[in-house]
């Protein structure tokens, strides 16, 4: 049904909600975006989202994979852009996200930073990553990097998501995939398994508490301040 050919069924285990959830758990399946960051015709990092995607689904995730074709450079469209909305709509709707992007010139590609900078820290008083899980991933085309999964942790950082402690790096990804596109058996493809195991039982820990997670003393500053001002100016 999940056509995991290379998984040995005996190891694979399903993550067991009831030792990570919240008194808050919304007690739906979680819901992943997977984006990545090539508009090849074979590209190996969607190859790779795919692969995640299925795993996702083995663990009983909900999914969607953002196609990158067509989406305007940041600046360069209105955000009424369809593409854009699409992301932005998408974004809003998951609960934790992989991002999977190939290595050009020892960083993460344009295309997958462009998607990123697209999606906002805050629309009116909704951030839509904040609080949300997030797995980094990356396929370079030579050697064994870290350059795009280490600065894919920077931006999570910086859009305020839980960005999980595992990660993947495929190095040489184009000896990794068969004749039908699938990634072949091998400790790269286990490390994926790995890494998608652990986002479902973060996506479990964080989404019935992330309004607790992410409450600052600084917000609650602000929020008060703002408040203050409204009250007065009705005084006024």
Request: hydrophobic share 40%; proline share 7%; glycine share 6%.
């Amino acid at each position: 049904m999940h056509d995991l050919p290379n998984i040995d069924p005996e190891r694979l285990q399903p993550v067991d909600p009831s030792l990570y959830t919240a008194a808050g758990d919304p007690h739906h399946a979680p819901r992943i975006l997977l984006l990545y960051g090539s508009l090849r015709q074979r590209s190996f990092s969607r190859l790779v989202a795919l692969e995640a995607e299925r795993l996702l689904h083995w663990h009983g995730c909900e999914s969607r994979v953002f196609n990158p074709s067509g989406l305007p450079l940041p600046d360069d469209a209105d955000t009424r852009d369809p593409k854009v909305q699409e992301l932005r709509e998408l974004a809003m709707w998951a609960e934790g996200m992989v991002w999977v992007s190939p290595e050009r010139h020892g960083a993460m590609t344009g295309i997958m930073k462009a998607q990123i900078d697209w999606i906002p820290l805050s629309v009116g008083a909704v951030r839509p990553t904040q609080g949300k899980t997030l797995a980094v991933m990356q396929v370079s085309g030579g050697s064994q990097s870290f350059n795009a999964v280490n600065q894919l942790r920077v931006l999570g950082r910086w859009m305020r998501m839980v960005t999980i402690p595992n990660q993947s790096s495929v190095p040489k990804a184009f000896l990794e995939f068969d004749e039908h596109d699938r990634m072949k058996p091998s400790s790269a493809y286990d490390r994926i398994v790995d890494v998608t195991e652990e986002l479902v039982k973060f996506t479990y820990m964080v989404r019935g508490r992330a309004a607790a997670l992410v409450d600052r003393y600084s917000e609650r500053v602000e929020s008060a301040q703002a408040l203050s001002q409204r009250v007065n100016q009705r005084a006024l």
